[in-house]
């Protein structure tokens, strides 16, 4: 069975920013770290690939609609100097960086 489109993505913002989140955790990048630690490789990957399609396709505006409403994530990147999109990208990062660093160690 094919899964829907931005599944993982979905998942993840419901996930981590759960109405509760901001009780649980000091900072968003507080909340994605955590969630670093526990997921394994194949679920970060997937995750990275959904957002970077969404990336790829949407304008701020929906974007702002699809984390809200469609994956129900209760972040708002504004109050965090971030518009969605570059809020999206910068939780790209954070989840690439790690596998980053382990590639250019296997390399040196």
């Known amino acids: 069975m094919k899964k829907a489109p931005l599944a993982e993505l979905k998942i993840f913002l419901g996930l981590v920013f759960h109405p509760d989140w901001t009780i649980r955790h000091e900072s968003a990048d507080h909340a994605i770290k955590k969630w670093l630690r526990k997921a ?54 954070m989840i690439a960086g790690p596998q980053r660093k382990t590639a250019k160690k296997k390399t040196d």
Request: net charge negative; charged share 30%.
């Open 40 to 93: 394994d490789d194949k679920l970060k990957k997937a995750v990275l690939h959904d957002i970077n399609a969404l990336l790829g396709q949407q304008s701020d505006e929906i974007l702002e609609n699809w984390v809200c409403e469609e994956a129900k994530g209760d972040i708002f990147p504004p109050a965090l100097g971030f518009t969605y999109a570059k809020w999206l990208q910068h939780v790209g990062e």
